[in-house]
């Protein structure tokens, strides 16, 4: 991939064992910003990993302002598992913030990230759909309230970055609302799906990226105004109970109340039970394999 690698290898303790974790700290020619960018949080969502070498890759041959870190892998143990989750612990990084030094695996690991993230003007997190998942392509945006970090959140907005965008008010506590506090910008970019070919959704990714860097100064220019849809709530379809999930073949671009979602039946092959959509709106990410775990997410709509 590289000749002469800008990416260092930083050995991370985990506690059980220790990984080593990629990490490519670029630093442009003239001052400017700081972004960071992780990938591989969820193990198992490769677009956004190929996206973050790419961008490596990008910005070692091209001048840019500022500083660019990225992490191509964050959830190591996860990714050589193939899952989203870190198998050492059985936590998700996306749900730890910011992490301890002397804690359990995955909170060792998002003490290293939240560090770099501290110190960033904007922390940029790559996702798409897990193996299990099909996603429509989104930015997930927040409003925190600080109105320097919402600015960004706002022109991406503004200039449509993508087709569709979540807007959501920040939890207090939370990590949007604790990383606004400290001055920096969380985006979660969700590009990536069973379905669709993972140089089309890698190469999304660094469109929105590109987008991104130019209106935090990073890089000149201005992003190309386009349509967008803004939802500003998620709600959830889970399952009630453990069993086999069988999806119905439907059109995901938008789905009405009522819609037929699928079938749960319980292992012994009995107790049918039809899902349909409570509500209408935009498909964010759904599950498309057969097995159900108690509480697994069958459909995440955005309205
Ligand atoms: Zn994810």
Not at 11 to 18: A, H, K, M, N, P
Not at 156 to 172: Q, S, T, V
Not at 261 to 273: A, I, M, P, S
Not at 290 to 300: C, F, S, T, V, Y
Request: charged share 20%; hydrophobic share 40%.
């Amino acid at each position: 991939m590289f000749k002469g690698s800008p990416i260092r290898l930083q050995r991370v303790d985990l506690g059980d064992t220790t990984i080593e974790l990629p990490i490519a700290d670029l630093v442009g020619l003239r001052p400017g910003p700081t972004l960071v960018v992780t990938a591989g949080m969820d193990g198992d969502e490769y677009a956004g990993i190929t996206a973050a070498y790419q961008l490596i890759e990008r910005y070692t041959a091209l001048d840019f302002a500022g500083r660019l870190i990225v992490i191509p892998v964050v959830n190591i143990p996860g990714f050589q598992a193939e899952c989203s989750h870190n198998p050492l612990d059985d936590k998700f990084p996306k749900y730890i913030f910011p992490g301890r030094v002397d804690g359990s695996p995955t909170e060792r690991l998002l003490a290293v990230i939240s560090s770099l993230a501290s110190e960033a003007d904007c922390w940029y997190d790559l996702h798409g759909a897990a193996i299990t998942e099909g996603v429509n392509p989104y930015l997930w945006l927040h409003n925190t309230g600080v109105a320097k970090v919402d600015a960004l959140a706002r022109d991406l907005i503004h200039y449509g970055i993508a087709e569709n965008i979540l807007y959501e008010r920040a939890h207090f506590g939370l990590k949007p609302a604790a990383l606004a506090k400290q001055g920096c910008t969380y985006i979660v970019a969700e590009s990536g799906s069973r379905r669709t070919e993972l140089s089309d959704d890698a190469a999304r990714h660094l469109a929105w990226l590109t987008s991104t860097m130019q209106l935090l100064g990073l890089i000149d220019g201005t992003p190309e105004r386009k349509e967008t849809r803004v939802m500003t709530h998620v709600s959830f379809i889970t399952a009630a109970s453990d069993g086999l999930w069988q999806p119905a073949d439907i059109d995901y671009s938008f789905i009405k109340q009522g819609t037929t979602l699928g079938q749960v039946t319980r292992l012994d092959g009995t107790g049918e039970k039809i899902i349909r959509a409570i509500s209408s709106g935009t498909p964010l990410w759904w599950k498309e394999t057969m097995r159900l775990k108690k509480g697994d997410i069958l459909l995440a709509l955005g309205s």
